[in-house]
């Protein structure tokens, strides 16, 4: 992937959701809910503060969670990415 986020932005690849429910019902892409936990791909350096850099809390290779309707969702290389504002990531799954 070749994307350079800017500013305090991430580009994270949403984790794949079960096709079938723990009863054994599979699930059309319709009824899937949209995920919220991926993994950065790729992170800014950080929002500006004046002339100096805020230094991000997530980095390349984190899982985290982020707010269900978040982020602008883009195709790259044919795989679907988000690109979210590190404020709408709620947590780094650890």
């Known amino acids: ?3 350079k986020p800017l500013g305090d932005r991430l580009v994270v690849r949403p984790s ?10 599979f699930l059309p892409e319709t009824a899937k809910e949209k995920p919220q936990q991926g993994k950065v791909e790729a992170a800014g350096p950080g929002a500006r503060d004046g002339a ?3 230094p991000m809390e997530v980095s390349v290779g984190d899982t985290v969670l982020y707010a ?16 979210l504002k590190e404020s709408d990531v709620l ?3 650890g």
């Open 16 to 25: 794949e959701q079960d096709e079938q429910t723990n009863s054994g019902i």
């Open 91 to 93: 947590a780094i799954v």
């Open 68 to 83: 269900k309707y978040a982020g602008t969702s883009i195709k790259v290389d044919g795989e679907e990415v988000l690109i």
């Open 52 to 54: 100096d850099r805020v």
């Open 1 to 3: 992937m070749n994307l």
